[in-house]
């Protein structure tokens, strides 16, 4: 028996009101990704990418068409199923490493920080952000602040950051837009390594 896809988006559009215009950053958008599948947006800037991550991550709504992840109509959520689902079901890299860590925590500790608001124990936290931390390469820099970390290392710790709660999907803002291009290939080459050893479902935007 066949799955449905994990993510459903059909007639998608996002509309912004400024001022007296409107601004049109969606339109008519049909997606599907499944379940497991490494998905990567290629566009120019301003063409509705990170509105569509955000509308997949459940910072922001669609104005009209249908939209379903994992079976969710993110559509209908309210205020407490999106904040579950925010937590429990999906997980953000962002393109500015400063807003992905808390500079005056270590790795580990950042890691360990979304798990803080689940039922989790603080030595199961503490072992999970571990592997994660190894997961991602970087198990022998735990006790390190993000200003002791490259840019590289930075976004590897946000990688771990963003799988604490072992979210199904792993949503990338231009995770490499910062970062040289070796480095942005091992960062990108990271997340099929998420997929492979979690089955993560991963959607990246990217110039690259």
């Given at each position: 028996m066949r799955?449905d896809?994990?993510i459903?988006?059909?007639?998608v559009?996002?509309?912004?009101k400024?001022?007296?215009l409107e601004?049109?950053a969606?339109?008519g958008?049909d997606l599907?990704v499944?379940?497991g599948?490494?998905?990567a947006?290629v566009?120019a800037?301003g063409s509705?990418k990170t ?5 997949l991550a ?5 104005s ?6 994992g079976?969710e109509?993110l ?6 199923d999106v904040?579950a689902?925010r ?7 962002w ?5 992905n860590?808390f500079?005056?925590l270590t ?8 798990m803080?608001?689940?039922q989790?124990?603080?030595s ?6 571990q ?10 820099r735990?006790?390190h602040t993000p ?5 590289g290392e930075?976004?590897?710790v ?7 709660n072992q979210p199904p999907?792993l ?7 910062e970062?040289?291009?070796q480095?942005a ?5 990271l997340?099929g ?8 479902t991963?959607l990246?935007?990217?110039h690259d």
């Open positions: 799955q896809p994990y459903v988006c059909e007639d559009f996002k509309i912004y400024i001022a007296d601004v049109v969606l339109r958008l599907t499944e379940l599948e490494v998905v947006i566009g800037s509705g509105t569509l991550l955000n509308i459940g910072y922001d709504a669609p009209a068409g249908k939209l379903t992840v079976g109509d559509l209908t959520m309210g205020a407490k904040e689902y937590r429990h079901s999906v997980g953000f890299v393109q500015q490493t400063s807003r860590l500079p005056y790795a580990l500790e950042n890691v360990a920080l979304p803080m608001l689940t989790i124990s603080a199961v936290r503490k072992q999970r952000s592997e994660l931390l190894d997961l991602v390469g970087l198990g022998h735990s006790d200003d002791k970390l490259s840019g930075q976004q590897r946000a990688i771990g950051v963003a799988l604490a999907l949503l990338a803002d231009e995770p490499t837009g970062l040289d291009d480095t290939g091992e960062i990108l080459d997340f390594a998420v997929n492979r050893e979690m089955k993560t991963v990246i935007v990217t």
